[in-house]
Every structure is written in structure tokens, then in C-alpha cells.
């Protein structure tokens, strides 16, 4: 049975980069269907999927972050890391790594897939 587990600073400054990584165990990231996906959710509001990095290592990000996202992953550790640049307390959020058989937004909207168990990340000076 996949486990993931996300890891990285609970609090970040303004205009500073968030980096979260996602350690994969009981199964290889490279392995076929899957794909990788980062999702947030910030306090009283609705899941956001963030973007995603397939088995093969192609990424694919949500319009709306995309400019500031990227996805990237180091196979020799089986991990899947997210950096999301200039970030402001709008990004403060529970943020969560998740393996799925979709990159579609709505696949993790609806919490489908095997999840981590999210890790809170608050952006504040």
C-alpha cells in the first residue's frame, strides 16, 4: 500500500519560496499510471489542485498558479518536490501530496487517490 508523507518549513515570509517534498513509500514514482500531484487548501475555503508530474516525469500546473509553480522530483530518493515562489499570506494553506491516476483537477477535488496527511504551511513576516 502507497504511504506518502509531505515535509518542509511551517512557516514561510512574504515573497519567499514555499518548498514542500513528498516522500513515497510502497510504490515507485515512476511507475506506470500514476501521476504526482501537489493540492492546498487554505483555511475555510475548498480544495485547490496545484499541478502534478507524471510517471514519466512530464508536469502539467493549474493556470492560475502556474506561473509560480513548479514540480520537480528526485527518483533515487522516490520524492516529488514542490516550490511555489513569491508567496503572500494568500498562500497560507494545508498542503497535501497525493497519487491518482489523473492530472484533472477535479479527480483530487474529490479527494480521489491515496493522500498524505497534509502538512500546514502559513505565510506570515
Known amino acids: 500500500q502507497v504511504q506518502l508523507q509531505e515535509s518542509g518549513p511551517g512557516l514561510v515570509k512574504p515573497s519567499q519560496t514555499l518548498s514542500l517534498t513528498c516522500t513515497v513509500s510502497g510504490g515507485s514514482i515512476t511507475t506506470m499510471p500514476y501521476h504526482w500531484s501537489w493540492i492546498r487548501q487554505p483555511p475555510g475555503k475548498e480544495l485547490e489542485w496545484m499541478g502534478a508530474?507524471?510517471?514519466?516525469?512530464?508536469?502539467v500546473y493549474s493556470p492560475s498558479l502556474k506561473s509560480r509553480t513548479s514540480i520537480s522530483r528526485d527518483t533515487s530518493k522516490n520524492q516529488f518536490s514542490l516550490q511555489l515562489s513569491s508567496v503572500t499570506p494568500e498562500d497560507t494553506a494545508v498542503y497535501y501530496c497525493?497519487?491518482?491516476?489523473?492530472?484533472?483537477?477535479?479527480?483530487?477535488?474529490?479527494?480521489?487517490?491515496?493522500w498524505g496527511q497534509g502538512t500546514q504551511v502559513t505565510v506570515s513576516s
Open positions: 508530474i507524471a510517471w514519466g516525469g512530464s508536469t
Open positions: 497525493a497519487r491518482g491516476l489523473s492530472s484533472a483537477s477535479s479527480y483530487y477535488t474529490k479527494r480521489n487517490g491515496s
